[in-house]
């Protein structure tokens, strides 16, 4: 997708190591490839940049979804430490577990009318057009970045019920499947709540929203958006102490962690 903030991305990789880091599907618009080839530099960058952390020894797991539903003909396979999977369980440092995978699966309109979700692919793209001309609008008056899709996401009353039902189909499979919790993306629109009597996490986009999840050290999750600050390395991380150690040299210090 042209519009994908790739380059933040890439700087949130390199800000953040894992044991295992979960690509929950939409990564790569394979709808919009089928049309037209657009690969930038950008692009190239994350993959060396997820590859580096998997030959490091960090896990991956691929969770296709349906615009890069191509990729569900590998499901099952291994590629090194790179796994592609429908679904997973995670459990977290605290014991608890979580449901994992993309969710366009519990969405009907992507199950039994593909056509229709193609024009809500196509509403979605003119609503990011729109997007940057406003945003253009906006840094030349000194105003910050401002979502079209994701204040119609909060004010429509019909996107609001969709986003509603999503996360009632999600919470139903996680407590069918046993577990404490469900990740999942799809839908878009970043969120972390228990309303539903699980722990429902959202991972949101790197479009508009620059969202990821991730769990700390003592098994909680945060929601992280990197549009709205640029967290600093605390500490050199596992990957660069790998690194390290190959080359024969490790680093002389290590600042102390972060507030």
């Known amino acids: ?51 580096a952390k998997a030959l490091a020894g960090t896990r991956i797991v691929v969770l296709p979804g349906n615009h890069d539903e191509f990729l569900r003909e590998y499901l099952g396979t291994y590629f090194g430490e790179v796994q592609f999977v ?27 009318a593909k056509w229709l979700a193609h024009v809500g692919d196509w509403a979605y793209r003119a609503a990011l057009r729109v997007n940057i001309f406003i945003n253009w609008i906006r840094r030349r008056l000194g105003f910050t970045y401002w ?3 994701a204040w119609a996401k909060h004010k429509v009353k ?35 709540h ?33 549009i709205d600050q640029n967290h600093p390395v605390r500490r050199p991380g596992r990957l660069a102490r790998l690194r390290a150690r190959a080359a024969g040299t490790q680093p002389e210090s290590e600042p102390a962690p972060g507030p």
């Open 86 to 112: 429908d679904r997973t369980i995670h459990t977290s440092a605290q014991g608890k577990t979580y449901l994992v995978m993309h969710g366009d699966q519990f969405d009907v309109v992507v199950i039994n």
């Open 1 to 51: 997708m042209r519009a994908a903030r790739t380059g933040q991305l890439a700087d949130f990789l390199r800000a953040h190591d894992a044991d295992t880091i979960y690509l929950v599907g939409d990564i790569v618009d394979g709808w919009r490839l089928a049309k037209s080839w657009h690969w930038p530099g950008d692009y190239h960058t994350v993959v060396e940049l997820l590859i």
């Open 158 to 192: 019909n996107a609001v019920s969709v986003i509603g039902r999503f996360e009632e189909a999600l919470a139903l499979e996680a407590r069918e499947s046993g577990v404490d919790g469900v990740i999942c993306g799809h839908i878009h629109y970043a969120d972390m």
């Open 194 to 226: 228990e309303r539903l009597g699980i722990h429902y996490i959202n991972t949101g986009d790197w479009v508009e929203s620059c969202t990821a999840v991730v769990e700390t050290h003592e098994g909680t999750f945060e929601l992280v958006r990197w």
């Open 147 to 149: 979502s079209l899709s």
